[in-house]
């Protein structure tokens, strides 16, 4: 059996969340989330406390297609540290975290605008 590391290459509206997972182009994926320009890979994150500059590293690769990244942190708003806040600000990208239910909902409306958007979201049950 060979496994992949998950990546959907294209932007896709997300047609649901929850139960640990999401659901976007006619599939679905267990986990966590990462939909930048280039497309929507698999997030190895279950939690805001695991948030690092290593694991934001595929978007500030595109910075210079993204102006917005919404960042999901689970059920609850979880605040960025400042470290990271000042390193979106450094790359000219503004972060805005919120419930991964807001930042599903954000994004599809402002993907559907055809915005430059990314979005970091954290899988909820």
């Given at each position: 059996?060979?496994?992949?590391?998950?990546?959907?290459?294209?932007?896709?509206?997300?047609?649901?969340?929850?139960?640990?997972?999401?659901?976007?182009?006619?599939?679905?994926?267990?986990?966590?989330?990462?939909?930048?320009?280039?497309?929507?890979?698999?997030?190895?994150?279950?939690?805001?406390?695991?948030?690092?500059?290593?694991?934001?590293?595929?978007?500030l690769d595109e910075q210079d297609s993204?102006?917005?990244?919404?960042?999901?942190?689970?059920?609850?708003?979880?605040?960025?540290?400042?470290?990271?806040?000042?390193?979106?600000?450094?790359?000219?990208?503004?972060?805005?975290?919120?419930?991964?239910?807001?930042?599903?909902?954000?994004y599809n409306v402002l993907l559907s605008?055809?915005?430059?958007?990314?979005?970091?979201?954290?899988?909820?049950?």
């Open positions: 059996m060979e496994i992949r590391n998950a990546h959907f290459p294209g932007r896709a509206p997300l047609d649901a969340y929850g139960n640990g997972g999401f659901r976007f182009a006619n599939m679905s994926h267990r986990g966590s989330l990462l939909c930048i320009p280039s497309g929507i890979y698999g997030w190895n994150l279950n939690d805001p406390s695991e948030f690092s500059q290593e694991a934001f590293q595929r978007v993204v102006e917005v990244l919404l960042v999901g942190t689970g059920l609850d708003l979880r605040p960025l540290p400042e470290h990271l806040k000042e390193m979106f600000r450094e790359a000219n990208i503004l972060a805005d975290p919120m419930s991964t239910g807001a930042a599903v909902r954000t605008e055809n915005r430059a958007v990314a979005a970091a979201l954290l899988a909820v049950d």
